[in-house]
């Protein structure tokens, strides 16, 4: 029952933006985009969040489009340790806690 | 270092043994959930607990499955007759606050024989 879907993997030269983008057609009015990464071996790692507007901390930004439907994490100068799986997570608020639902995420190659 | 840890960080056992992982989330973290993820896919939820109360499991957490946290500090998570389709990460992450935003650990990776 995923609710995010992303491209499987992507490529990206090193110095270059990372745009990774991310569809979330059934997202409700309260629901969170979360985007983390996880590079081998390791948990999942933050990156940002998002509801309606657009994000921006040291890490990335986030863009998230006015209907909601989709967005986009932005790394701006991608580097050779950025190369990871990245995961855009819906976040739903049920009755008595936050569930986070993973899609298979997107494998990012940055490449010298 | 003041993260969510784990351990084992690995465990080999035969099926049908019973195996069981510790998880010390962040110390002032009151919520914590367990995952299970298997290879190529991202993590699936297993169980929410709030201070010491479990409120939440998913139907992936058959019977063979038990997640305990006493006294809403360190949880445990132990797997009774150990199957094959058990091998997996298993993850524990924990939060605190409004915003919910989960940290995770490194993970345990279990593999059956």
């Known amino acids: 029952d995923a609710k995010t879907t992303q491209p499987p993997s992507m490529d990206c030269a090193e110095g270059r933006a990372a745009n990774l983008p991310c569809n979330h057609s059934?997202?409700?009015?309260?629901?969170?985009v979360y985007w983390y990464r996880q590079i081998h071996s390791q948990g999942p790692q933050y990156i940002i969040h998002?509801?309606?507007n657009n994000e921006t901390n040291e890490m990335a930004s986030l863009i998230i489009t006015e209907d909601r439907k989709s967005s986009t994490l932005i790394l701006p100068h991608a580097t050779l340790r950025d190369t990871a799986v990245y995961y855009c997570?819906?976040?739903?608020?049920?009755?008595?806690?936050?569930?986070?639902?993973f899609g298979s995420g997107t494998k990012l190659n940055v490449k010298p | 270092d003041t993260g969510v840890s784990q351990n084992p960080r690995h465990k080999i056992t035969k099926r049908g043994q019973n195996v069981t992982f510790r998880c010390d989330p962040i110390?002032?973290?009151?919520?914590l959930y367990w995952y299970r993820q298997t290879l190529g896919q991202g993590p699936e939820f297993l169980t929410y607990?709030?201070?010491?109360?479990?409120?939440?499991k998913s139907r992936l957490l058959s019977d063979r499955f038990s997640a305990e946290r006493p006294k809403g500090s360190f949880s445990t998570l132990e797997i009774q007759r150990t199957e094959q389709g058990d091998s997996a990460m298993y993850l524990c992450?924990?939060?605190?606050?409004?915003?919910?935003?989960?940290?995770f650990g490194p993970g345990t990776r279990l593999t059956v024989l």
């Open positions: 997570i819906v976040r739903v608020s049920l009755y008595n806690f936050n569930k986070f639902y």
């Open positions: 998002g509801l309606k």
């Open positions: 110390s002032e973290h009151n919520r």
């Open positions: 059934t997202i409700s009015g309260n629901e969170y």
């Open positions: 992450a924990s939060t605190t606050g409004t915003t919910d935003t989960q940290y």
């Open positions: 607990f709030q201070n010491e109360a479990q409120l939440e």
